[in-house]
């Protein structure tokens, strides 16, 4: 007796068809959770990141044009009006004459509705645990108070804030600047004034074409002439970065700074930072926060 075999031929045709769609499926989702992953990695790496920095390290906000163009080199103000400046804008004259942020302008077209606004600096960490000033060296750039913002007990004046300089000469060294602005230093057990470059120097005259850069480094400042010998004692002589026509107050006219006015060592930019004068308060902008990559050392 013969026996019919049913053979379901749908069934047999569509399962070598499903397996390289079940592949295909398997591909993509493998690819979706590898990119989450890696986004997730990356997110908390940067979180980390955050974390470490500002538990390790404190900020800094830098008010004022002592340090340019080093620091605040694409600074901007809003005044009360709502109108935004640049360093360019002849209204307010260049970036590197707006002095410190105390809302007074050398050019009189400003007018007293610029005396009130809000300033987009540069934001910064710094290192302040215990031991960083074994690791001082020349030309670093630290945060540091001036005898002036001590009461007559040696208080710290609760309205003080830091100033933003450059090491210049350390603790048992000599010193002068020539007519050019020249640095000659006497280094601890020498007895040779030997030339030291200043690169950020140079840096500046690039930026700006200004050749008296330089040589404005004495200029206004009634107690040192060219090459009048500087003792730092057990202080540090600290300058800013701006030498024209005694744009930055420093060393210059307070003299050597005791360690103990030092509070940190600048480490890096990390963004910038909204400062109103009205106020006196600095605001950090976290929109403009760097990727760890990003950062900016500001000593090497």
Avoid at 278 to 288: C, E, M, R, V, Y
Wanted: proline content about 4%; some cysteine; charged content about 25%.
């Amino acid at each position: 007796m013969l026996k019919h075999v049913v053979v379901n031929t749908e069934n047999e045709l569509s399962a070598p068809s499903g397996k390289p769609e079940k592949k295909k499926k398997g591909f993509f989702s493998f690819l979706w959770r590898f990119i989450f992953i890696l986004l997730f990695t990356a997110i908390i790496s940067f979180s980390a990141q955050i974390t470490y920095d500002f538990t390790r390290y404190e900020s800094f906000f830098v008010s004022g044009m002592s340090m340019y163009p080093t620091l605040n080199r694409d600074v901007s103000f809003t005044d009360s009006n709502k109108t935004t400046y640049k360093g360019n804008d002849s209204e307010l004259g260049p970036a590197y004459y707006w002095g410190d942020f105390d809302g007074n302008f050398s050019y009189a077209t400003a007018g007293s509705a610029h005396l009130s606004g809000d300033y987009i600096c540069d934001y910064g960490l710094m290192d302040t645990k215990d031991g960083f000033l074994d690791g001082i060296k020349r030309f670093d750039i630290v945060a540091t108070y001036y005898p002036e913002d001590y009461d007559t007990s040696g208080n710290l004046n609760s309205e003080a804030t830091y100033k933003i300089k450059r090491v210049i000469a350390l603790p048992g060294e000599s010193f002068y600047f020539d007519a050019s602005g020249d640095l000659y230093v006497e280094e601890v057990g020498s007895t040779i004034f030997n030339l030291v470059e200043q690169p950020f120097l140079d840096y500046a005259m690039d930026v700006d074409g200004i050749a008296s850069w330089k040589e404005d480094t004495l200029l206004g400042f009634s107690s040192y002439a060219a090459e009048d010998v500087i003792e730092t004692g057990e202080g540090y002589f600290l300058c800013g970065d701006n030498r024209l026509k005694r744009l930055s107050e420093d060393s210059r006219s307070v003299g050597a700074i005791p360690s103990y006015m030092i509070g940190g060592k600048a480490v890096c930019l990390f963004g910038k930072c909204k400062y109103t004068y009205k106020t006196k308060k600095s605001q950090p902008i976290f929109t403009s926060f760097k990727m760890p990559w990003q950062l900016e050392p500001l000593n090497e």
